[in-house]
């Protein structure tokens, strides 16, 4: 974080990457390019993480034994939007980065009821993106 940045809420969710094109399966050893810092990175498919949103960037942490580990990339907040959240027994969507040439698909834990609730909190704090079909 940098000097003056401000945590606006930090939240939990379940990581994944999401192919651009429709119908093509990603549940096994899926792994989206994530730019941080100029160096490229693997995230694997639904790795549990700690999302913190400040008032300039969105940033993603490792979750080890229900505490923050590993950074594992950052964005600016102005480059992210998200699709309209899926609510049904989990809470879905997908987080695009101006730039990125895939989404990465977020999933939000029923239980417990706080996790829930700040990533409720979350998707209401993103700006919407409808995703073009191609």
């Excluded at 992210?80 to 834990?109: C, D, H, M, R």
């Amino acid at each position: 974080m940098r000097a003056g940045e401000q945590v606006e809420l930090v939240a939990m969710a379940k990581v994944g990457s999401v192919a651009k094109s429709v119908g093509k399966s990603v549940a096994f050893g899926v792994a989206v390019g994530v730019l941080s810092g100029g160096t490229m990175m693997a995230l694997p498919v639904q790795a549990e993480a700690y999302v913190v949103l400040t008032d300039r960037q969105i940033l993603f942490f490792r979750s080890y034994s229900g505490s923050p580990g590993r950074h594992i990339f950052g964005a600016p907040r102005h480059l992210v939007a998200i699709t309209e959240p899926k609510s049904g027994f989990l809470l879905k969507f997908q987080l695009y980065v101006q730039g990125w040439n895939q989404a990465l698909a977020l999933t939000v834990p029923p239980l417990p009821p706080r996790v829930r609730k700040r990533g409720v909190a979350l998707t209401g704090l993103l700006p919407r993106i409808v995703p073009v079909s191609v």
